[in-house]
């Protein structure tokens, strides 16, 4: 019978306690104080000189016992994979609440939101979120996994896997994720015959502080069609190009008929890491196919190495059919797709609208969204590199009676630029928008207060504002703190 009281301890033992995304409340009866972090080293303030002996226990313990360390590895990447996934989905809705809850604060603030409801203003948006929409697929759902390659808890240099701290947080371990819940056994082949080959080389790993050799990073990409593409990212460091030519030939042998042929890659690049104010580096095709190629809602999507595409498909399916439910689109509804990536979405929808700009698309991004558009007869959908105001006047003055405009925004991590948030905000024209964001706080609340706020001539933002009328929880990444929340606004 395992102690609660000293497993929940060890839990906390091993975190920094920092707010949960979402502004998730901290639960009591549950270790919310690790369920919220990375693992970013011990905590400090122990508490009892018993609880000091067990840490002290536990400390000459895990240094010899590799299971402590893949435990707590998937207790800092996948924070709820010790929970069913029915208690998973109450987490993170109990979040989105919260959330909610803060938006509606900020907006009341600046005199914004839906001023009809009798309902109390806490309660208003809030009721505006619909049940979660699960995945399909819970375990192993990853199509792209990233691994890096460092010291593993038993010294050996050359492990692929994850990054954990030590300790005092001086020492980063890298350790083997075959037992986490969300990565494919395809991706743990990959990740562990490359092992295999970087044991075998005479050349280690690339690490800022000791600079070994040139490996820095694997990453593995796969799609439903049972197509494998791995991605080695190095660094040349004072490596010769001969040197380098050399190691490219191993490499490609190895996987081609040596013994990582078992992998059976589709394709096998190599990619040049460069700092982030140095111009990118192209994408080098060893061996196969360069792109990849997927199936999603009867669209075969063209996917290059280094392009942006949903992380777990069946679930991305879901989120589609959710984005074009949400905002009833038909026949009559024309799209200005803001979304970043491979125009995917958009795409998705194409066969049920009028018009689809997608809006931004630059570079292997572009040129994926148009083999796609092509291969699978879409003819609706056209790529724009301007704004909206430029399209506007054309479309109105062509239009039919009865069509729709409606916004699609599916931003980064980073969140909307200005310019996207003044070109939808100010184009009155524009009556419906959906809002797909995989993190539902930070920069997507500060757009989403952008869009809603009252008219500010200051600011650029002169249109009528916004006001969130349905929001659906999409559930992309099973045992993370992590979803897609789709919200449809209107004017």
Known sequence: MVNRRAFLFRMALFSRVRPLPWGASQSKGWPWAFLGTACKGNVTDVGTE????????????????????????????LPLWRLNYEEQLKVKFESLK?????????????GAGDPGPTAATSERLCSCLHPFMPSPVIDGYRNKSSFCINRGPDGNPKTVGYYLKSWGGSNIFCVQPSHLKDIPEKHNQVAQCFEAFLRQSTWGPYTDSRKMGPWHELIVRTSFLGHTMAIIIFNPQELSQEELCVQKEEIKEFFSTGPGAVCDLTSLYMKERTPRHQQLTPFQLLAGDPYLFED??????????????????SAAEVLYRTVGELGRVDHNTVIFDFSHGTGATGLSLARQTSQIFSMGLVGQALEDAKWTAAFNGITNWESHP?????????????????????????????????????DVRNCKAIQTLVFVSC????????NIIELCRPPDPDGNLMGE????????PVDMFPHSLQCELVMLFTR
């Open 50 to 77: 018993g609880e000091q002996r067990e840490r002290k226990s536990l400390k000459e313990e895990s240094s010899q016992n590799l299971g402590f360390w893949r435990e707590r590895l998937a207790d800092q990447m």
């Open 98 to 110: 919260k959330n909610l809850e803060t938006l509606e604060s900020r907006l009341r603030k600046i």
């Open 296 to 313: 999603i809602l009867g669209l075969k999507v063209r996917i290059s190495p280094g392009a942006f595409f949903q992380l777990n498909t």
């Open 386 to 422: 301007g704004s909206v105001k430029e399209i506007i006047p054309q479309l109105l003055g062509s239009q039919e009676d009865g069509r729709s405009l409606t916004a699609l925004v599916d931003p980064s991590q980073c969140g909307l630029s200005n310019r996207v948030v003044q």
């Open 439 to 446: 993190r539902p706080y930070g920069k997507s609340i500060e």
């Open 465 to 472: 504002p916004f006001v969130l009328r349905r929001a659906v």
